[in-house]
């Protein structure tokens, strides 16, 4: 999947369940705003995901965009506290683009 993230206006909340292009096999959001790899290699995305109803196998994450998302099955839960980290999120990858990390 491409690498070059675009900071969005919403993160989807944590444990929101998407199909990926190409795809059938649902995956559940775990992480957000996610650099990952080795330097000077790492690539910054969207998501970090885990396969669903599996869980964290094997301590692998997927690792995904948002315009790789052809679906939303379901949107976790979200309240003021994650509008907060939301915003925390843009500042961080803002920060992260900024410095010339991830690209």
Do not use: T
Not at 39 to 50: N, R, S
Not at 53 to 61: A, Q
Not at 73 to 87: F, H, L, P, T
């Amino acid at each position: 999947m491409e690498n070059k993230v675009e900071v969005l206006d919403k993160y989807l909340p944590l444990g929101s369940i998407v199909l990926v292009k190409g795809n059938v096999k649902k995956l559940m959001v775990v992480a957000r705003g996610v650099l990952a790899g080795k330097e000077p290699e790492k690539k910054l995305f969207d998501y970090g995901a885990v396969l669903y109803p599996e869980g964290l196998m094997d301590e692998r994450l997927i690792f995904l965009n948002h315009r790789d998302i052809y679906k939303v099955v379901a949107e976790g839960y979200s309240d003021s506290d994650d509008e907060i980290m939301n915003e925390n999120i843009k500042n961080w990858i803002n920060e992260v683009k900024n410095r010339g990390l991830g690209q």
